[in-house]
Structures are given as C-alpha cells and as structure tokens.
T-cell receptor, first 113, second 115 residues
C-alpha cells in the first residue's frame, strides 16, 4: 500500500525567511502524482503545487517550489520569503492513476513576525 | 468560477440518527471525492464518484454511503451515527481530462458533531 510520511509535525519560520517541509512516500508505481495542500485555520484546503512523477523538472509556483527526488521517494516543499499568511497545516499527498489520494499526517507551520 | 460548496457547514446530531451531507463541485468537474478528517486519524478517503458511478471506496463501514447525481452534485449519508463519526467531512472535485483528473479542489467542509 502507498503511504505518505511527513516527519515534521510542527515547523516554524521567521517572516521573510525560507523553510522546507519534508515528505516521503512509499510506492512501487512509476507513474503517479504528488501534491502539497495548505489548510489555513479557516479549514479550506488549497492546492499549493503539484508534481507529475514522469517530469524530472521540479515544479515551482511563485514562492513555492518542490525538490522531487523520485529514486529516494522524497518530495519536499520549499517556501521562500515566508509570509504571515503562509501559516497553516501543510499536507503532502500522493495519487496513483485511477486510485484515491493518500495524505500525510500534516506539518503545522508557524510564521513568526 | 465558483468553488466547491458544501452544505450544511455545521451539524449537530445525536447517536443513532442519520445524516446527509451535500456537495456541489466546481462547474464542469465530474469527479467528486469525500474525505473524513479527524485529529487522530488525519484525512481518510471515503469514496469517489465519477459520472454517477462509485469509482473507489475507502475502508469505512457500510453505514457510510454516497451517491452522485447527473449534474455531478454528490451526497454522502451516514446512518446510525456513532460518537466516533464526529469529524470534518471534506468534499473535493477534480477537473476533466486524462491527466487533469488527479488534482483535487476542496470545499470548506461540513463539521459534524455527534452527541
């Protein structure tokens, strides 16, 4: 079974600094998708970034970028120039084609002013 | 484009009762998934519907059921409620297209409290 592990239950970062959230996953598949979702205190889950496993290039969305290491089954999220609005729970997710999405336990990110 | 909407947002029920939650996906999205979120278990997949057919089902008892209508709106039902069913129930829809079906857009959730 595919599992997603987020080893950092909590992280904190100073405003304007950079933080990296870790995620590892277990799969025997070669074609799949990886996602990072953000869930602010208001509870609405927001898609932050996605990565297709067949693409070697790391995805980037403005201040958010990933470090995708397929062989190591690692998918970390880097947030640059952290802002107060980045404070939230961050979930890493894996989805195999035609299968359901599996989520990690989440990392609570605190941004200090 | 309007996002995923869920009704009601909050619900309080008594053990043994049943409840129906509703989800309207983003216009044009045909796939709807449901998740249960609790502090202890995290996000757990309930089921996924596509074009009115259940495509995947998570490991939940038969008390949890769902359906999807021709307009892609979905409902989930929980019968004989238990205290452990208290959770945030999230609905998510996916855009059409072979490669585009894999990201999901979430609604605000329905907070169910069972007393």
């Amino acid at each position: 079974a595919q599992t997603v592990t987020q080893s950092q239950p909590e992280m904190s970062v100073q405003e304007a600094e950079t933080v990296t959230l870790s995620c590892t996953y277990d799969t025997s598949e070669s074609d799949y998708y990886l996602f990072w979702y953000k869930q602010p205190p208001s509870r609405q889950m927001i898609l932050v970034i996605r990565q297709e496993a067949y693409k070697q290039q790391n995805a980037t969305e403005n201040r958010f970028s990933v470090n995708f290491q397929k062989a190591a089954k690692s998918f970390s999220l880097k947030i640059s120039d952290s802002q107060l609005g980045d404070a939230a729970m961050y979930f890493c997710a894996y989805r195999r084609i035609e299968d359901d999405m599996r989520f990690g336990a989440g990392t609570r990110l605190t941004v200090k002013p | 484009k309007a996002g995923v909407t869920q009704t009601p947002r909050y619900l309080i029920k008594t053990r043994g009762q049943q409840v129906t939650l509703s989800c309207s996906p983003i216009s044009g999205h045909r796939s709807v998934s449901w998740y249960q979120q609790t502090p202890g278990q995290g996000l757990q997949f309930l089921f996924e519907y596509f074009s009115e057919t259940q495509r995947n089902k998570g490991n939940f008892p038969g008390r949890f059921s769902g359906r999807q209508f021709s307009n892609s709106r979905s409902e989930m039902n929980v019968s004989t409620l238990e205290l452990g069913d208290s959770a945030l129930y999230l609905c998510a829809s996916s855009p059409p297209g072979a490669r585009g079906t894999y990201e999901q857009y979430f609604g605000p959730g329905t907070r169910l409290t069972v007393t």
